[in-house]
């Protein structure tokens, strides 16, 4: 492999790219086809048309070579358009990405790194990672600039195509973007001497070959807002709306690179690959199945599967539309379901507004909030404890969930330190009781609803703004509904244990509620519920590596020694797993096996690779065998 990251292909090397200039290529193949098909489309049709309007009948005999052909090209005029728009949109996204990424980091695409690598005990140009172990180590740090949460998606993916795959990040210079084909991602295959090409075991290339995969650094560029140094409200707007932008393309790009290297790695790299995979990219049927498939059988369990199998990395708008599909399962009739939408709508917007939308790697946005509502569905069952659980209570703690951690403000008020991403149980209550937010919900219906997050425009002709604001002088004369105080109630309880003022208001709340048409005793078990979900959805949703990217994020923006990370997480994870409660939820039949199964992952996977535990082990061990040479040694004096 050498030091250096040599892009030039060797004997024993195959060489392939994904460069934009391919795909340029390709948009002005299908534009052409599709004006070459729109003036056959032209010629075949005008002798149709002229008979129809003459009144002759089509003499099939005939004219059914004009109405072939005419059909076919029209065909072949439809589909040069939308292959060119699939093309065309990936090439804009890629470098319009690559730009902003450029204004957040000028930098980005010149650091320079180097890794160790123990296999050829050298240091290597770029970023790799050697070891999906120790995460821990200090050997195992990544650069300021890289995300891993970014590096590992990819490196995984990958990896499930071909076990033998290496993700190397290197420098622009390395890996020209801006001039040239345009690259995006180099791969390289290395050959075993045994398997090089001009041997007879070329057949097994594929299996034992070394595939180094080369990515920029601006793919996986950090977005965090420490690395910012933000200091008034223009830059936090500025800021915020390009990492919106980097934030949802980034993972986009990383599904196209994926789809892209795909048959690749799985089959040799000749023309017939290349081909099938931009025919593949460019069919209709390919465009149109994703709208297809909703419409056969099994479509929501499918999707409910999928989500569960990849609750941690599903769109935000996947996610959405599962957590509605599961809440109609509970019972939620069709109108609170809209209001559900909408209000999920609306924190999206919220939530885009500071960076933390889709794509952020941020541990407290939004996906965290939709992954504890949908964590929550699963893990309150319709009957606990003696306790009947109705359709609307699964709604009040849906909506308790989704608002759980929204502070809009955070941070905001604090230009001269570093930019707080961290929101607060407190501020939660204080901005959703100013702008009114749950209590609109249960007063007002599906319709209202979406007046009340409606900005409309000034002048009145300009179009109104959907989900861009609150109206809570909608709500004034109406009458306040328990359900508000119950949604406040859920949301102090999961910052409970850890604050005492949030278990003093969440007391005084169900003192309030008492009497008023709920058991105060099966709000508390609801509640306890949710602060169970939001503690543990991480550790059931994620694999071990992302669990540990997550918990790396959380001490992050806590400022919490990273130091500790490892053996604080095992202690929390077995304090959390002796609960009673949550042992009687994850070990139900009702509860999902593909989280228990990523429970016992990540619980095993901090557990041993727990630094104290191993030393604590080592202790044991050599403790123990101290144990048996001092009996041994008792025993043979007493012989003597």
């Known amino acids: 492999m050498g030091g250096k990251i040599d892009l030039n292909v060797s004997e024993s090397i195959k060489k392939w790219t994904f460069n934009l200039s391919y795909y340029d290529y390709a948009s002005c193949f299908f534009i052409s086809l599709s004006f070459a098909s729109m003036i056959t489309t032209g010629i075949f049709a005008i002798p149709l048309i002229s008979d129809l309007f003459s009144g002759k009948e089509l003499d099939w005999n005939k004219d059914w070579t004009n109405v072939l052909f005419t059909t076919t090209s029209a065909l072949g005029c439809i589909w040069g358009l939308m292959a060119h728009s699939q ?38 140009d770029g970023y790799a990672y050697h070891s999906l172990v120790d995460f821990w180590d200090r050997e195992n740090e990544v650069p300021h600039w890289l995300d891993k949460g970014k590096y590992w998606k990819i490196l995984l993916e990958l990896r499930k195509v071909n076990k033998n795959v290496r993700l190397e990040v290197t420098k622009d210079v390395n890996l020209p973007f801006k001039r040239g084909k345009g690259n ?29 995969i080369i990515i920029p650094q601006w793919l996986v560029i950090n977005t965090e807002y420490k690395r910012f140094n933000i200091v008034s409200q223009t830059e936090i707007n500025t800021v915020t709306s390009i990492l919106s932008d980097v934030n949802k393309n980034i993972p986009k790009i990383i599904d196209e690179i994926i789809f892209k290297e795909e048959p690749f790695l799985k089959y040799s790299g000749n023309v017939l690959t290349s081909l099938s995979m931009y025919l593949n990219k460019s069919l209709p049927i390919r465009i149109v199945y994703s709208r297809i498939i909703e419409i056969l059988p099994g479509v929501k369990e499918r999707q409910i599967q999928y ?20 809440a109609r399962t509970t019972g939620i009739n069709e109108e609170s379901l809209t209001k559900l939408h909408v209000l999920a709508q609306y924190l999206k917007k919220e939530y885009d507004k500071l960076g933390l939308g889709e794509g952020s790697s941020e541990y407290h946005n939004l996906h965290h909030s939709l992954e504890v509502a949908y964590m929550s569905l699963n893990m309150l069952p319709k009957e606990i404890h003696g306790y009947i659980i109705t359709k609307r209570d699964y709604e009040i703690m849906l909506v308790a969930a989704l608002l759980h951690d929204y502070d809009p403000v955070q941070g905001t008020s604090h230009y001269d330190l570093m930019y707080s991403r961290v929101p607060t149980v407190a501020s939660t209550i204080e901005e959703i009781k100013r702008k009114r937010i749950h209590d609109a919900y249960f007063i007002l219906n599906s319709e209202e609803l ?188 007493v012989i003597i």
């Open 307 to 326: 989500t569960n199998e990849n609750l941690s990395s599903v769109s935000l708008d996947y996610l959405i539309d599962s957590i509605l599909l599961k």
């Open 87 to 124: 093309f065309d949109n990936t090439t804009k996204m890629i470098r319009n990405t690559w730009h902003s990424c450029r204004k957040l980091d000028p930098f980005i695409g010149e650091y320079d790194y180097e890794t160790f690598n123990p296999e050829t005990n050298h240091l290597e």
């Open 184 to 212: 995006v991602v180099v791969l390289l295959k290395k050959f075993n001497q045994i398997d090089s090409p001009g041997n007879k075991n070329e057949s097994t290339d594929n299996k034992n070959a070394i595939v180094r």
């Open 450 to 637: 979406v007046r009340f997050f409606r900005k409309n425009a000034s002048p009145p002709l300009v179009e109104a703004q959907e989900f861009a604001t609150t109206h809570p002088e909608m709500l004034k004369g109406r009458e306040t509904k328990i359900e508000g105080k119950i949604v406040e109630a859920l949301i102090w309880r999961t910052d409970y244990p850890f604050n005492e003022n949030a278990y003093n208001n969440f007391n005084q709340l169900l003192k309030e509620i008492d009497g008023q048409d709920f058991s105060i005793e099966k709000i508390n078990l609801i509640a306890e519920i949710l602060s169970l979900a939001d503690l543990s959805v991480t550790y059931l949703s994620s694999d071990p590596l992302l669990a540990w990217n997550r918990v790396v994020k959380l001490y992050e923006e806590l400022d919490f020694p990273l130091v500790g990370a490892v053996s604080r997480t095992d202690r929390f994870l077995s304090l959390f797993s002796e609960g009673s409660l949550f042992k009687d939820i994850i070990s139900r039949k009702t509860f999902p096996d593909v989280f228990r199964q990523k429970w016992d992952n990540v619980y095993q996977f901090f557990h041993e690779g727990n630094p104290s535990n191993k030393i604590n082990n080592l202790i044991l061990d050599a403790k123990t065998k101290y144990e048996k040479l001092t009996w041994m040694y008792w025993s043979v004096i």
